[in-house]
């Protein structure tokens, strides 16, 4: 009995270490999804198209709401690779490249940088418990496939205002829906934000179409953004400038991303899983003196200011 209970012990405080390193906030769970509907034909504003919610979110041909604001999609991007692994990259990064908080933006970065965290995937450097779909996926793409799509992405502009970072002390309390979104539960109130960064649609129905001209609010404890751009200089040798290896005005360096206006959630995953273990690597290095100091609170300002910049 006692030898159970010691284990249970162990498991329960491993459990509370995985939910340390994997806030539920930032590292959602998509819930299992409902059957969709295959009848009713919906359309976005300023789209002549019209896709069934089950077309909507059919990760082998994700809507294209508007095909002329964005150069011809390659068939890795529109339509995926070898099945079931290989998903279209449009369904989560959208053919804008700008993303859904549940993926990451990939409009404007280096191709060379795509194509290296496609090999990150490929080979366990990158692992955390969201990392699964991508995983899967570098594993079954090709090469020319992987180069294609870095190559489609690297030329897109990220949308100004898709993303907002608003401070607030308060939330509206919120559910995880469809695509591992979250969504403001109806008359549910609102509820302190605590160490948070929730993300909302600006637009529920329009997030739920995928529609790429429709972004998100990422809100943010009150004080982030002066924080983390105290962080982003230095802050008084607790960690490294930003500009130093992302630019001036953080908008990337050679081969090293641009970071200011990306999300404020994928910002922080980043940071946490340099600092966790579970982003690792030769370019992860240089990050590590930079992470080794921040706690959870740092960690939320910088991807706040960083979130908050123009793109």
Request: charged fraction near 20%; charge should be positive; include cysteine.
């Amino acid at each position: 009995m006692k030898r159970l209970s010691g284990a249970l012990a162990l498991v329960m405080l491993s459990g509370v270490a995985l939910a340390a390193d994997n806030p539920d906030w930032a590292y959602p769970v998509t819930p299992k999804p409902e059957p969709h509907d295959n009848v009713v034909q919906k359309q976005v504003p300023g789209s002549s198209k019209q896709y069934t919610q089950a077309q909507i979110d059919d990760p082998y041909n994700p809507p294209d709401w508007f095909p002329d604001a964005h150069p011809p999609m390659p068939e890795i991007v529109a339509r995926g690779g070898p099945k079931p692994a290989g998903r279209a990259c449009a369904q989560c990064h959208l053919p804008s490249g700008d993303g859904h908080p549940e993926s990451s933006s990939l409009a404007g970065l280096p191709a060379n940088y795509i194509i290296r965290q496609m090999a990150a995937f490929k080979n366990g450097e990158r692992n955390n418990v969201r990392a699964g779909v991508m995983i899967a996926m570098a594993k079954v793409l090709s090469d020319a496939e992987v180069k294609a799509s870095a190559d489609y992405f690297a030329v897109l502009k990220p949308s100004a205002g898709y993303n907002k970072v608003v401070e607030t002390a308060t939330v509206a309390k919120s559910y995880l829906g469809a695509g591992a979104m979250r969504f403001a539960v109806a008359g549910g109130g609102t509820e302190p934000i605590g160490k948070r960064i929730i993300v909302l649609p600006q637009d529920e129905a329009r997030a739920k179409m995928r529609d790429p001209k429709s972004g998100f609010i990422d809100y943010v404890p009150a004080g982030s953004i002066a924080r983390g751009a105290r962080l982003a200089t230095g802050g008084n040798g607790e960690t490294v400038a930003c500009a130093i290896c992302h630019g001036p005005n953080l908008r990337g360096l050679g081969e090293v991303p641009g970071i200011s206006g990306r999300p404020a959630t994928y910002m922080f995953r980043q940071l946490n899983d340099m600092k966790t273990g579970k982003r690792t690597g030769p370019w992860v290095e240089l990050m590590k003196q930079v992470v080794v100091k921040l706690d959870d609170d740092d960690m939320i300002g910088l991807s706040a200011y960083i979130g908050s910049l123009n793109p």
